[in-house]
C-alpha cells in the first residue's frame, strides 16, 4: 500500500521566503472569544490555546460555551504528542547484532526471531541444509509442516507469527483457503499484542476495501496506531493522506520521521515538497541526514554480500 496516490501539490508559493502560503502559518486578529474585544494583549485558553481572551472574567464567563471544545482539542494535543514521537526502531538482527533494516528480513517460524537477509545468506552459503541460522531447526518442506510450525508460534501468543498466519489466508497461500475474515481476525489479534504491521495491515484492508467496508478514516486510524508502534511504511501512508487534505504541516512532520527511519519514498516526497516550495531547505537536509544515519546503522559487509547475490536480498535503497 506504498503506492497509495500522490495528493495535491500546493502550488500557491507565497511571496514570503519562498514558502506556500497555504502550508505555513497565517496570523489571524485577535479578539476576544467572550466579548469580541480586539487587543494584542489578549491571553490564550492556558489548556487549548484555541481561544484568547481579554481578562479573567471573560474567560470565566465563556468557559461553559468552550469547555467542550477545549477538552476536544486537548485531547487531540495528547494524541498528537504521540503520534509525533520518535518510534522506536527495529531490534538487532539476533545473530549479527546490527540494526534490522525496514524491509526484507526473514521471519523464522520454527523460532520466532526475524534475521537479517546477511545472516540467511551467510548460513545458505556454508551448509548443505537448509537450517535455521539462529535454532538449527531443518526449514519445513511442506504445507502441512510450514502451517503446523506457525500454527504453534501463534498458540504461543507470537504476535508476528500470527500476524503471518493472516498473511497466508489473505492471500490463500500454502494450501490454505483465501479467507479475509480470517485473515483480519488474526491481525486484529497480533494488533493487540502489539504488532505494527497487523495494524498496517488492517489499515491496508479499510483503504483498499479488501475484505471489509472501504473505509478511509479507519485506514488513517490503523496506519497512526502502527507508525506509533515503528511502522514506517504506515507513518508514509498518512503523511500521504495528509498532504492530500492539504494538511502539510503534518505531512511534512510525518515524511521526516519516516525517512530518519528509513523509508526513501517519505524522502523522495520531503525533496518534492521542498522543490515545490512547501518544505524549507532545512526540512530537506534534516531529513537527508536522518536517512544517511539510517542506512550507516543497517549497512553490513555480510548483508552487502548478500545483496550482490541475489536481488532478492537488497536491503537498501540508496540516497536519492
Ligand atoms: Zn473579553
Ligand atoms: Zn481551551
Ligand atoms: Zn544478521
Ligand atoms: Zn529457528
Redesign the pocket.
Known amino acids: 500500500m506504498d503506492d497509495i496516490t500522490q495528493g495535491i501539490s500546493c502550488n500557491s508559493i507565497s511571496d514570503r521566503d519562498g514558502i506556500c502560503g497555504s502550508c505555513s502559518d497565517t496570523t489571524t486578529m485577535e479578539i ?1 472569544a ?4 480586539e487587543g494584542d494583549s489578549l491571553k490564550s485558553c492556558a489548556a487549548c490555546k484555541l481561544v484568547k ?3 479573567r472574567d ?1 474567560q470565566a464567563s465563556h468557559r461553559p460555551q468552550h469547555k467542550k471544545e477545549c477538552r476536544r482539542r486537548v485531547a487531540e494535543l495528547h494524541y498528537d504528542e504521540s503520534l509525533f514521537k520518535q518510534p522506536p526502531t527495529l531490534d538487532d538482527c539476533p545473530i549479527c547484532f546490527v540494526q534490522l533494516p525496514i524491509s526484507r528480513n526473514t521471519y523464522k517460524s520454527c523460532c520466532g526471531k526475524v534475521i537479517c537477509k546477511g545472516c540467511i545468506h551467510a548460513v545458505y552459503n556454508r551448509d548443505e541444509e537448509a537450517l535455521c541460522p539462529f535454532c538449527r531447526a531443518p526449514t519445513p518442506e511442506s504445507n502441512e509442516e510450514i502451517f503446523q510450525q506457525l500454527m504453534k508460534r501463534a498458540d504461543a501468543g507470537d504476535a508476528q507469527g500470527i500476524n503471518n498466519l493472516g498473511f497466508y489466508y489473505a492471500d490463500g497461500i500454502y494450501g490454505l483457503p483465501q479467507d479475509f475474515d480470517k485473515a483480519l481476525e488474526l491481525w486484529e489479534r497480533a494488533a493487540k499484542l502489539g504488532s505494527a504491521t497487523s495494524h498496517y495491515n488492517i489499515g491496508n484492508a479499510y483503504y483498499s476495501g479488501r475484505g471489509v467496508e472501504q473505509d478511509e478514516k479507519k485506514a488513517k486510524q490503523n496506519w497512526e496506531l502502527a507508525a506509533m508502534k515503528g511502522d514506517v511504511n504506515a507513518r508514509h501512508n498518512v503523511a500521504v493522506v495528509e498532504e492530500n487534505s492539504g494538511n502539510m504541516k503534518r505531512a511534512i512532520k510525518h515524511y521526516m520521521i519516516a525517512s530518519g527511519y528509513g523509508q526513501n519514498k517519505a524522502l523522495k516526497n520531503i525533496q518534492r515538497l521542498y522543490s515545490q516550495g512547501c518544505a524549507t531547505k532545512d526540512d530537506y537536509t534534516k531529513a537527508l541526514r536522518a536517512y544517511q544515519k539510517y542506512l550507516n546503522e543497517v549497512k553490513s559487509s555480510q548483508r552487502d554480500e548478500a545483496a550482490a547475490f541475489d536481488d532478492e536480498y537488497k536491503y537498501l535503497e540508496g540516497l536519492i
Do not use: L, M, V
Not at 34 to 37: A, I, V, W
Open positions: 476576544c467572550n466579548c469580541g474585544k481572551y481579554c481578562s471573560c
